[in-house]
């Protein structure tokens, strides 16, 4: 992220209004902590797809396919599209809510941030899900990790 900048996200509340989280700390949380532990609501997800193998297409359509993918589940709502700075470069990046089981069983709203970075011949398709509460409280940590994300020149 550069200098002076936050990342903005916004997870739908019970109303027509849209609350927006920033965040410029350098902490993972506000009160230092790491996230929340025996939650599994939380689920953070990196996925390194090869394009070496010519069977993907670009970085754009892979983060458009999972857009619409998620947009497309009963009740999603695209809350913001935008990008940010990850990894020394510009990255595409969204935020989708959509209601879905939590692990008591219980109907709640899912916030759904996905992220995209190329680092060719590599696309790197990072996410990061929880119910709203949970989401909320700990997106701070998900910001620091790509905050703090440093690429390094493929092994062949």
């Not at 599209?81 to 899912?110: C, H, M, N, R, W």
């Amino acid at each position: 992220r550069a200098s002076g900048t936050s990342w903005t996200t916004c997870a739908r509340t019970s109303g027509s209004k849209c609350d927006a989280m920033n965040s410029t700390s350098t902490n993972p949380r506000s009160d230092g902590s790491a996230f929340e532990l025996g939650v599994p609501e939380i689920s953070v997800i990196v996925q390194v797809v090869d394009t070496g193998k010519g069977v993907v297409g670009s970085l754009k359509d892979q983060m458009l396919a999972l857009l619409n993918q998620l947009s497309q589940m009963p009740g999603a709502k695209i809350e913001s599209k935008s990008q940010i700075q990850a990894a020394g470069q510009t990255a595409p990046f969204f935020l989708v809510t959509y209601p879905a089981e939590d692990s008591k069983k219980q109907q709640v709203t899912f916030g759904h941030t996905q992220l995209g970075i190329d680092h060719s011949p590599y696309l790197l398709l990072i996410s990061y899900s929880a119910p709203r509460e949970i989401y909320q409280r700990n997106v701070a940590v998900f910001q620091h990790m790509v905050d703090s994300l440093k690429l390094m020149a493929p092994v062949r």
